[in-house]
């Protein structure tokens, strides 16, 4: 199949501009799932990671695709393998996005790797993305999107057994208890349709997971969110992540870091039930 999957590298360097105003109600909105009373006015820094609330597509139902998401091809190359999954992101943050102001994004297909996987062809595509608010550039964000087979039927669902396991150094680990309602309003938030998110009967049936899947993104916050605990005053200027074994809503997971190498660098993970390394992350600050 990879060599038939070839004519999708064609989409690179295609582009796509996005202009949205940046509406306090969406920021509330994250700030009451993380349960955060103080919630940024008019003018206020929009707060990382609540960049994801703005600029989703919001394509008519009769272009949504049977996954929830918008039907394949326009921007995104048409990749016909039926799982999709968020695999993580690099941030630089320049300066604030406010919120109330008008913003604009500008995303291009950087690159689409076909390559072979434990389960079959996998196709990787890496789209850079620039943020402008009212003073300019104010952030860079390059994410990678893979899209992969559905398994076969005797396949072992979600993480079976320690396989992968997390770093146990950690100086801070909280718990999170994943349910129903928070992955409902942070798909919500985001205007994310993605049915593996608050369709069990899909998520289990089609696609073959145990339970709803806890969005990389939310996983990524609750880790940032960490980071900025142990932190107070700093600022943040970089965040990556890289998504490595999926967490699902029917049990709960930790958030661990510590300090990385540098009085800058904080590293950062999520762990499984089992034990396993869920998102690898790590946040540099100025």
């Excluded at 009085?263 to 999520?270: I, R």
């Amino acid at each position: 199949m990879t060599q038939d999957l070839n004519h999708l590298r064609d989409w690179i360097g295609r582009t796509e501009e996005v202009e949205e105003r940046a509406a306090a109600q969406m920021v509330h909105g994250l700030y009451a799932l993380l349960d955060k009373p103080d919630v940024p006015k008019e003018g206020d820094p929009i707060p990382p990671m609540a960049h994801w609330c703005f600029f989703q597509p919001r394509v008519p139902a009769s272009q949504i695709g049977p996954d929830g998401h918008p039907a394949r091809g326009g921007f995104m190359p048409p990749v016909p393998l039926p799982r999709r999954m968020f695999g993580g992101a690099r941030t630089k943050y320049i300066k604030p996005l406010r919120v109330g102001e008008a913003m604009r994004r500008v995303s291009r297909i950087a690159d689409v790797q076909i390559k072979p996987g434990r389960t079959g062809t996998l196709v990787i595509c890496t789209v850079d993305n620039d943020f402008f608010g009212a003073d300019g550039l104010a952030m860079t964000e390059q994410w990678d999107i893979v899209y992969r087979d559905n398994p076969p039927p005797n396949a072992p669902a979600g993480n079976s057994g320690k396989t992968n396991p997390a770093p146990s150094d950690h100086k801070w680990i909280e718990t999170v208890e994943p349910n129903p309602v928070m992955l409902f309003r942070y798909s919500a938030v985001t205007f994310n349709g993605h049915r593996i998110h608050y369709d069990r009967k899909y998520v289990t049936e089609v696609e073959g997971y145990p339970g709803l899947i806890v969005h990389g993104p939310l996983t990524a916050t609750f880790l940032q969110e960490l980071a900025l605990k142990h932190m107070p005053g700093r600022t943040l200027t970089g965040f990556d992540f890289q998504a490595r074994s999926p967490l699902f809503d029917t049990a709960p997971f930790k958030v661990a870091g510590k300090p990385g190498a540098d009085a800058n660098t904080v590293e950062l993970w999520s762990i499984t039930p089992e034990g396993n390394l869920g998102t690898l992350a790590t946040a540099r600050f100025g």
